[in-house]
C-alpha cells in the first residue's frame, strides 16, 4: 500500500513505488503545461511559502508557477530580505513564517539538513528545494520524469555523470534515485571532486577521471554545473576544466548514439558544456524545465492537497479549471 | 569527620582492591582500616559500592568569565560533582581568555565558593593567538596547572617549542587540541562515507593526526611534558604510543563521546556536532583498545556547554561541543567496564591516577592524603534526562540514555558535596 508522503527531504528515503507515483501524478501535469488556460483550482485559498535563504532563480520560479497552475497564493522570502540579512536565526524566520498560515513550506537552503530542521519544527509539509550539498529531489524527479518520456522507461540504463559530484546536491539525488531503478552509474570528474567515498551511496558505482572512459557506452548523460559558489578547495583553472572535463560534439560521439544529454541549469556554456550540444537533438535541457513544473505541481498536489492518493487526477478533469 | 564504612576500596596508585573503611577529618584522611569506629564521626554506608579517589577532569569548559549564558562556574561545578568528579581543570577560552595571572585569579576567586576543585589552565599565547606568549609563569603562581590554547592548536612549532621550553622550567605540561587548519577548513564533522552522504564538509582524520605528529617531534626535540587533548584517531593514538617507545613525556586523554559514538552516528543534529569531530568506526575500536592497553593516559570529558539558542541552528552554523560531566562515569562503566574491555580498576586509573600523574599529582587513599573520594555504584539502574541537568545547557547526545552505575557520592575535602 502506497504511503501519502508527509514532507518531501530527499530521495534517498523514498522507495521506487513512492517514485513511480510522483512521476506517474506528474504526467497530466504535463500535459496540462500544453492547455491554453493553465490555471486550476484544486489548491484555491491554500498558500504555499517559498523560502530561498539561498538565491535561486528557476527553482524558485518553478516552485511558484507551479503553485500558480494549482490555484495557490505563495508568500515568498528570498536570501536578500533584510530579516535574513539582520541575523535573524532560520527558526525564528520559519516561526514567523508559520505565523502567517501557510499550507506549506518550500525550502532553499545553503546548510544541508535546513528542510529537516524546519520539518521537525513544523506542522506543515516541507518540500526541499535543494540544501547545501546535500540532497535536490525535486530536480532527481524532473530528470528521472524526463529519462522516462524520451528513453521509454527510467529502469536499467548506464548514467554518467560528469563534473563536480562532492559539491553537488543534485547529484546525491540522482544517485540515490536512478540507483533505485538499477541504473549503472558512473561518476567522472576531477578526481578530488570524485572521493571514493562516494561509492557508498549506490551499488555498482564506478568513479573515473577519464572522461573517454566515462562516455563509453552511456545511455544518459547528466552534465553538472561548476559550483563555484561551493568550492573551498584551491580552484581548478577553467582552462583545465574545460581540456579534461567539458562535454563536447565530438565527445558525445562516444557514448551511444541515442544518449540523452540533461543538465540541472544554469549552464555555462562553453564551459562545462559545448552550445552544439547543449542545443543538439540529443539535448533534454529545455524538457527538464518544462517537465521541472510538472514535478512541482504533482508533489504540491499531494502534499499541500492532501487528496488520498487514489483520488481522480485535477488536471484530468476539464471542469476544475477556473475561468 | 566523617567515616566511609563497608565499601569496597579500588585505589589503583596501590593497586588496592579491598574492603575496608576510611575515616577522615579536617580534610585529610585520617586512617585506614578493617572496621574503624569513631564516636563523633558522620557514618556513610558503602555497602556494596566502590569507593575510589577523587575523580579529576583535565578538561573542560566552564564558560565564566564571560560566556555566563551557556555555564557558570556554579553550575558547571555542581554538574561535574553530580558526575563524581572531585577537580576539573578548566580550558582559557573564556572571555576574557585566561591569558593572565588577574583573569586566574578571578577564576579562582569565583570557585572558591564551589564545591568542586576548579584548577584553571592558563593560555599558551596572548588571547590564545599564536604569537606572543602568555604570562605564564605570572599565572603559575596565581594557580594554573597546565598551559593550552584549547579551542584552536598551538599556532607553530615554532611557538610550540618556545612554549614547551618556558613551561618546563615551570614544571608544568602543555595540552594542545591537535588540528590542521588547512585540512579542517570549515568542516562539521568527519570527512567519510557518512559526511559524503548527509553533504556535510568533512575533516580528515589526519587534520588530527598530521599536528599530533608535529607535536611529537617538538616533544622529542625539548624533552618537556605534552599532553594531547581528546584523541580520536588511530593514526594520532600511533604517534603518541611512538612517542611513549621513545621515552617521550607525551600522554594523551579521550572523551567518553569519542569512545562511545561514530560517525555513523551523525544526523542533522547538533548534540552531534562537536571537535574534534565524531571518528569512524575503525578509530573508534583503535581508542578502545589504547584505553585497555595503557596507551590512553585518562578520559577526559571535554564538557562544553552551549546555551540552547546557539545551538537550535542548522549543523554549519552551531558551535562545535558536548556536555559531558553527568554522564562521563555512567559511558564509561557501560562502554568499557560492563563490554568486559576493561577491568574497573583500568577504569579508575583513567578517571585518578592518570590524570593526576598528567598534572604531576598524586592521588590515593592512605593516611594524610587529601580527602577526595568518589563513591560510586557500578550497577544502579537510571536514566539520563538533559533536562534534569545541573549545567546550564543541554547539548548532549545522551539525553533519554539509560545505564548502569553512576556516582553515588562525591567527597571534597571530607565533605559530601553530591549524594545520589
Known amino acids: ?323 | 569527620m566523617l567515616l566511609i564504612k563497608n565499601g569496597r576500596v579500588l585505589d589503583p596508585a596501590t593497586k588496592t582492591d579491598a574492603f575496608f573503611d576510611v575515616l577522615f577529618e579536617g580534610g585529610r584522611i585520617l586512617k585506614t582500616g578493617a572496621n574503624l569506629s569513631a564516636a563523633d564521626a558522620e557514618v556513610f554506608d558503602a555497602t556494596g559500592l566502590i569507593v575510589a579517589p577523587g575523580f579529576i577532569d583535565l578538561h573542560c569548559h566552564l564558560r565564566e568569565p564571560g560566556q555566563e549564558m551557556s555555564e557558570t562556574i556554579e553550575t558547571g561545578t555542581s554538574a561535574a560533582a553530580r558526575g563524581g568528579f572531585t577537580a576539573v581543570c578548566c580550558m582559557p577560552n573564556t572571555e576574557p581568555v585566561n591569558d593572565s595571572a588577574s583573569v586566574t585569579r578571578g577564576i579562582i576567586e569565583r570557585a572558591a565558593a564551589s564545591t568542586v576543585r576548579v584548577w584553571p589552565i592558563g593560555a599558551v599565547s596572548v588571547g590564545s593567538r599564536g604569537e606572543a606568549l602568555a604570562e605564564i609563569a605570572a599565572m603559575k603562581k596565581a594557580g594554573i596547572v597546565a598551559v593550552s590554547d584549547d579551542g584552536r592548536p598551538v599556532a607553530t612549532a615554532r611557538l610550540l617549542r618556545q612554549v614547551m621550553d618556558y613551561s618546563n622550567a615551570l614544571d608544568l605540561p602543555v595540552i594542545d587540541h591537535c588540528e590542521d587548519p588547512s585540512l579542517f577548513a570549515g568542516g562539521v564533522m568527519r570527512e567519510g562515507p557518512r559526511s559524503i552522504r548527509l553533504g556535510l564538509k568533512g575533516i580528515p582524520s589526519q587534520s588530527e593526526s598530521i599536528s599530533v605528529g608535529r607535536d611529537v617531534e617538538v616533544a622529542n626535540l625539548t624533552g618537556a611534558r605534552l599532553h594531547i587533548a581528546h584523541l580520536s584517531t588511530f593514526g594520532s593514538l600511533e604517534y603518541v604510543r611512538f612517542a611513549k617507545r621513545m621515552g617521550l613525556r607525551v600522554t594523551c586523554e579521550v572523551t567518553p563521546h569519542h569512545f562511545t559514538l561514530i560517525d555513523e552516528d551523525v544526523r542533522y543534529d547538533t548534540r552531534y556536532k562537536m571537535n574534534p569531530p565524531l571518528a569512524s568506526r575503525k578509530d573508534r575500536d583503535a581508542l578502545l583498545e589504547g584505553l585497555a592497553d595503557g596507551s590512553v593516559d585518562a578520559i577526559a570529558t571535554d564538557h562544553a556547554p552551549h546555551h540552547p539558542a546557539s545551538k537550535d541552528v542548522e549543523f554549519d552554523h552551531a558551535p562545535f561541543g558536548v556536555t559531558g560531566f553527568e554522564t562521563a562515569l555512567s559511558l564509561g562503566l557501560s562502554e568499557l567496564v560492563h563490554s568486559g574491555r576493561l577491568s574497573l580498576m583500568r577504569l579508575v586509573e583513567l578517571f585518578t591516577t592518570g590524570p593526576a600523574r598528567v598534572l604531576g599529582m598524586e592521588r590515593k587513599i592512605a593516611a594524610g592524603e587529601v580527602a577526595d573520594l568518589t563513591i560510586f555504584s557500578v550497577d544502579q539502574p537510571w536514566t539520563f534526562r538533559a533536562a534534569e541537568s545541573l549545567s546550564k545547557s543541554r547539548n548532549t547526545p545522551f539525553d533519554g540514555r539509560a545505564f548502569r552505575g553512576a556516582a553515588v557520592a562525591t567527597i571534597v575535602a571530607g565533605r559530601i558535596v553530591f549524594r545520589r
Open chain 1, 1 to 323: 500500500m502506497l504511503e501519502r508522503l508527509q514532507h518531501l527531504l530527499g530521495i534517498e528515503t523514498l522507495d521506487r513505488e513512492q517514485i513511480t507515483f510522483i512521476l506517474d501524478q506528474s504526467k497530466p501535469f504535463q500535459e496540462f503545461q500544453r492547455h491554453p488556460l493553465k490555471k486550476l483550482a484544486t489548491l484555491r485559498g491554500k498558500t504555499v511559502a517559498v523560502a530561498f535563504f539561498e538565491p535561486s532563480t528557476r527553482t524558485r520560479i518553478s516552485f511558484t508557477t507551479a503553485a500558480a497552475r494549482l490555484g495557490a497564493d505563495t508568500m515568498a522570502l528570498q536570501a536578500e530580505s533584510s530579516s535574513l540579512k539582520k541575523g535573524e536565526s532560520l527558526l525564528d524566520t520559519i516561526r514567523t513564517l508559520e505565523a502567517m498560515r501557510p499550507d506549506g513550506i518550500v525550502i532553499r537552503h545553503s546548510s544541508s539538513g535546513a528542510p529537516e530542521f524546519v520539518a521537525a519544527r513544523l506542522e506543515i509539509p516541507v518540500l526541499n528545494a535543494g540544501d547545501g550539498t546535500h540532497e535536490h529531489p525535486t530536480q532527481a524527479l524532473l530528470d528521472a520524469l524526463t529519462i522516462r518520456d524520451r528513453k521509454g522507461k527510467l529502469d536499467d540504463w548506464n548514467v554518467t555523470i560528469l563534473g563536480d559530484i562532492l559539491h553537488s546536491r543534485v547529484a546525491r539525488s540522482n544517485i540515490h534515485l536512478l540507483g533505485k531503478f538499477g541504473a549503472r552509474i558512473t561518476l567522472c570528474g576531477p578526481p578530488m571532486w570524485v572521493p571514493r567515498e562516494l561509492d557508498d551511496l549506490a551499488r555498482g558505482l564506478r568513479r573515473t577521471p577519464r572522461i573517454e572512459e566515462a562516455l563509453d557506452g552511456a545511455d544518459v548523460i547528466i552534465v553538472l554545473r561548476v559550483q563555484t559558489e561551493r568550492i573551498h578547495e584551491p580552484a581548478l583553472a577553467t582552462e583545465e576544466y574545460i581540456l579534461g572535463y567539458q562535454l563536447t560534439a565530438e565527445r558525445l560521439r562516444l557514448a551511444r548514439h541515442d544518449a540523452l544529454v540533461l543538465h540541472p541549469g544554469p549552464m555555462i556554456r562553453g564551459l562545462e558544456i559545448d552550445s552544439a550540444v547543449a542545443d543538439g537533438p540529443q539535448s533534454g535541457v529545455l524538457d527538464q524545465v518544462t517537465n521541472g513544473l510538472a514535478v512541482r505541481m504533482a508533489l504540491l498536489y499531494h502534499l499541500i492537497g492532501g487528496a488520498p492518493v487514489d483520488a481522480p487526477h485535477p488536471a484530468k478533469e476539464r471542469s476544475n479549471a477556473a475561468d
